[in-house]
């Protein structure tokens, strides 16, 4: 016979203000059903209903506290409304996920689940079939397979036939929540098999998903919002149409919903594929469920997914005495200290867990999941062991690390020095291990090295030296010591270090030694003439003739004394004082002859140089200069006893330039003093420039040409003659020996 079909429509009614923000981050849903048995009226039953939902957690969205369930009857293909329910949400909860995912681990990917369930009772038995759908707008405009996905809803259904409501039967139940994030270029298989309670026979088509709603009264959209082509459709009025998405091209169908280089299949609920292109993509499931060859129901299941990429960089890496290929090796040489291993894995960021395991040399085990390793290994030997990182994950990595246990050489270092005596220190090294084996290293703080047990050592200047020593063993385990030597021994023997005794003053003389010694040293220079002074290198003002002698006395920082007097007479002898005079500066190479007047006191011979490599030895001597340019003038005065002074002065050659400007001119066209311009020597510019104002300050005239002049009109009208009276002229040039000159004054016209 043919069956009337009665439709059940779940509709998510959902608050409007938070509507679209909500339904955005959705990204699956399931509906299914169990019947609880007779009702209280005749020929109905009882029914408890499940809806999924499931968002992505990772952002700031939530499930709605309260949904509207509407259930329609069908005739064929058509529908009418009977009956809706309001369903709160039941519970919510964060899904546990595939911990040995790639995109897990890259992506911090979170899943939540929302359950609504409800009760509908005394639903009638009927030779009709029963359609349960969700119809919500609208899905995240990032999809990639479909078109318009901002302005496209969804529809999750699931039937009921007369059979399996005679039967009172239960659907099949989907426990598999399809993961949030799939890897590219990797083989995928997602198990989205259903349980059937009853044991019916269950099977799974890839098939289109449903449109529902619409964007009206969502996101600033005109319309209502629970109209039929709003976002949240009123189940009272609403029909769901059950149309399929439309897919973005020719190449994207239903029973190929996503790029993948292997054909997708779908066998026993398991999806099978390898995704080949980035993007996010929504497909359908369509679970059939048979008793004994015979239909009991229908449910769709909405599901999207992300393909991303998953090659994490990570590398795992610690500090060692040396890696090969895959194995660090680590020398310990000192077993009963802590022991810590860095570790240098890349990229942090993708390093979720850490785990360290080891066994020892007699069988004993050691774990850590510290970033760094921290144990102590009591026993020498040889430790084996690895390090895991993300361990049981797809994006993971581990090296093999191995601990050579080994016992230092014990070492004792020493010295012998005299510290007030130049003489050298002897250092010695003794050990428990034969020095024959051992790799010696000594470094005396003075950038000096040896590698010899004993030595014998000169320091060079005086100081506070640390001396390292390390010796090595066949092991490779290092031991160190460092000793301190403080080395300011007092000279035997003092020498001055400064010039001969005998000078001009006035005279500032720097006193100091030849000797080793620094500023942590005690001076005392004492001169016979009463006068004291302390530090290395102080300075002695000699300002008149005098006669003394000289004594030190040194102290090293250790206490060590030395003292010495010098017999050295310090003779000072007075010093001329050298001065000239130049009788006429303003020369050029018209007035080329220069007359100096010598100034000097207490000096009988003089040296002249004219700074154009000519001399002179006169007292008072005259010079010719032959060019132009800037001249240093020295002298040289000596005194009889041989004391010298030197003093200089600089004298500028210039150009021949004898500019000067008529006070009068006639610019009356008789060819008689017509025009008026400077007159002089030009050849000797670089840049001229001239100005006539009247007494108005207007311009009247401007020229940067020397050879023209003005002749009395004016440059903006040269048909207007400029009236009989006084005008100003201003005239600048630069010679070319950079010299800049301003000539200004007043001219008459005259006409």
């Given at each position: 016979m043919n069956y009337l079909r009665i439709s059940v429509l779940f509709i998510l009614l959902h608050a409007i203000t938070e509507t679209t923000l909500r339904a955005e981050h959705l990204v699956g849903g399931v509906l299914s059903y169990e019947c609880l048995g007779n009702g209280s009226l005749a020929n109905t039953k009882n029914y408890r209903f499940k809806l999924s939902l499931t968002r992505d957690c990772s952002l700031s969205t939530s499930f709605d506290t309260n949904i509207e369930i509407g259930?329609?009857?069908?005739?064929?293909?058509?529908?009418?409304?009977?009956?809706?329910?309001?369903?709160?949400?039941?519970?919510?909860?964060?899904?546990?996920?595939?911990?040995?995912?790639?995109?897990?681990?890259?992506?911090?990917?979170?899943?939540?689940?929302?359950?609504?369930?409800?009760?509908?009772?005394?639903?009638?038995?009927?030779?009709?079939?029963?359609?349960?759908?969700?119809?919500?707008?609208?899905?995240?405009?990032?999809?990639?397979?479909?078109?318009?996905p901002g302005r496209t809803g969804s529809t999750i259904m699931i039937e009921i036939t007369p059979e399996a409501q005679q039967l009172c039967n239960q659907s099949a139940t989907s426990n598999q929540l399809p993961p949030l994030v799939v890897c590219a270029n990797q083989d995928l298989r997602i198990n989205l098999a259903s349980i059937d309670p009853d044991g019916d026979q269950l099977m799974y088509e890839l098939c289109a998903p449903y449109t529902g709603g619409g964007p009206q009264g969502g996101g600033g959209s005109a319309g209502?919002?629970?109209?039929?082509?709003?976002?949240?459709?009123?189940?009272?009025?609403?029909?769901?149409?059950?149309?399929?998405?439309?897919?973005?091209?020719?190449?994207?169908?239903?029973?190929?919903?996503?790029?993948?280089?292997?054909?997708?299949?779908?066998?026993?609920?398991?999806?099978?594929?390898?995704?080949?292109?980035?993007?996010?993509?929504?497909?359908?499931?369509?679970?059939?469920?048979?008793?004994?060859?015979?239909?009991?129901?229908?449910?769709?299941?909405?599901?999207?997914?992300?393909?991303?990429?998953?090659?994490?960089?990570?590398?795992?890496?610690?500090?060692?005495?040396?890696?090969v290929s895959n194995t660090a090796t680590i020398n310990l040489c000192d077993p009963n200290s802590p022991f810590e291993i860095t570790n240098i894995s890349a990229d942090s960021q993708f390093i979720k867990t850490v785990f360290w395991e080891f066994k020892g040399p007699k069988g004993n085990i050691f774990n850590d999941t510290t970033f760094n390793f921290k144990k102590t290994f009591s026993d020498t030997g040889t430790y084996m062991g690895k390090l895991f990182l993300n361990r049981g994950n797809q994006c993971s990595d581990s090296?093999?690390?191995?601990?050579?246990?080994?016992?230092?050489?014990?070492?004792?270092?020493?010295?012998?020095?005299?510290?007030?005596?130049?003489?050298?220190?002897?250092?010695?090294?003794?050990?428990?291990?034969?020095?024959?084996?051992?790799?010696?290293?000594?470094?005396?703080?003075?950038?000096?090295?040896?590698?010899?047990?004993?030595?014998?050592?000169?320091?060079?200047?005086?100081?506070?030296?640390?001396?390292?020593?390390?010796?090595?063993?066949?092991?490779?385990?290092?031991a160190q010591k460092t000793l301190k030597v403080k080395y300011f021994p007092a000279p035997p023997n003092l020498t001055l270090d400064f010039p001969d005794s005998i000078f001009c003053f006035p005279y500032s003389l720097k006193l100091g030694l030849k000797e080793i010694t620094d500023t942590t040293y005690?001076?005392?220079?004492?001169?016979?003439?009463?006068?004291?002074?302390?530090?290395?290198?102080?300075?002695?003002?000699?300002?008149?003739?005098?006669?003394?002698?000289?004594?030190?006395?040194?102290?090293?920082?250790?206490?060590?004394?030395?003292?010495?007097?010098?017999?050295?007479?310090?003779?000072?002898?007075?010093?001329?004082?050298?001065?000239?005079?130049?009788?006429?500066?303003?020369?050029?190479?018209?007035?080329?002859?220069?007359?100096?007047?010598?100034?000097?006191?207490?000096?009988?011979?003089?040296?002249?140089?004219?700074?154009?490599?000519?001399?002179?030895?006169?007292?008072?001597?005259?010079?010719?200069?032959?060019?132009?340019?800037?001249?240093?003038?020295?002298?040289?005065a000596t005194h009889a006893n041989g004391c010298t002074d030197t003093t200089f002065q600089v004298l500028t050659i210039g150009e021949l330039t004898d500019f000067f400007a008529p006070n009068i001119f006639t610019p009356n066209g008789d060819g008689q003093n017509d025009l008026f311009k400077p007159l002089g020597l030009e050849s000797n510019m670089v840049s001229f420039e001239m100005n006539i104002f009247d007494r108005w300050g207007g311009v009247l005239f401007k020229s940067t040409d020397p050879s023209i002049g003005w002749d009395g009109t004016s440059t903006k009208n040269i048909s207007a003659h400029a009236a009989d009276g006084v005008y100003l002229y201003f005239i600048k040039f630069t010679t070319t020996d950079g010299q800049q000159k301003l000539l200004k004054g007043s001219i008459t016209l005259i006409r």
């Open positions: 259930i329609y009857q069908a005739t064929g293909t058509k529908y009418a409304f009977y009956r809706k329910v309001s369903v709160p949400l039941t519970k919510e909860t964060k899904v546990p996920l595939d911990q040995k995912s790639c995109a897990i681990l890259l992506y911090n990917v979170c899943v939540a689940e929302a359950i609504y369930e409800f009760t509908v009772t005394d639903l009638p038995v009927i030779n009709q079939d029963y359609l349960i759908a969700y119809q919500r707008c609208c899905r995240n405009m990032t999809i990639t397979n479909i078109l318009d209502s919002p629970i109209g039929c082509n709003g976002i949240n459709p009123d189940p009272a009025v609403c029909v769901p149409p059950l149309n399929e998405v439309s897919y973005a091209n020719s190449m994207t169908t239903a029973l190929n919903p996503f790029p993948s280089s292997t054909p997708i299949q779908l066998i026993n609920g398991v999806l099978i594929a390898t995704p080949s292109t980035l993007g996010q993509y929504i497909f359908g499931i369509c679970i059939k469920e048979f008793r004994n060859g015979k239909l009991l129901s229908t449910l769709r299941r909405d599901i999207q997914i992300n393909i991303a990429l998953c090659s994490a960089p990570i590398k795992a890496g610690v500090v060692a005495d040396n890696t090296l093999n690390v191995i601990v050579q246990s080994r016992n230092k050489s014990e070492i004792t270092a020493t010295v012998s020095y005299d510290s007030c005596d130049l003489s050298p220190a002897v250092f010695n090294l003794s050990s428990t291990t034969p020095l024959a084996d051992l790799n010696i290293k000594w470094s005396f703080g003075d950038s000096t090295f040896s590698s010899s047990p004993q030595n014998t050592h000169q320091y060079l200047r005086p100081g506070v030296y640390d001396v390292d020593v390390v010796a090595t063993n066949q092991q490779g385990c290092m005690t001076y005392n220079w004492s001169f016979s003439d009463g006068r004291n002074f302390s530090g290395a290198h102080p300075s002695v003002i000699f300002d008149k003739a005098v006669s003394s002698t000289l004594m030190i006395k040194l102290a090293s920082p250790v206490g060590c004394l030395s003292q010495k007097s010098f017999s050295r007479t310090f003779v000072s002898k007075e010093k001329p004082i050298a001065d000239f005079a130049l009788i006429d500066d303003m020369i050029n190479l018209r007035n080329p002859q220069i007359d100096l007047i010598n100034r000097s006191v207490n000096a009988d011979q003089y040296v002249w140089n004219f700074g154009d490599g000519t001399t002179s030895t006169l007292a008072n001597p005259q010079h010719l200069y032959d060019r132009t340019g800037r001249f240093t003038i020295t002298l040289i």
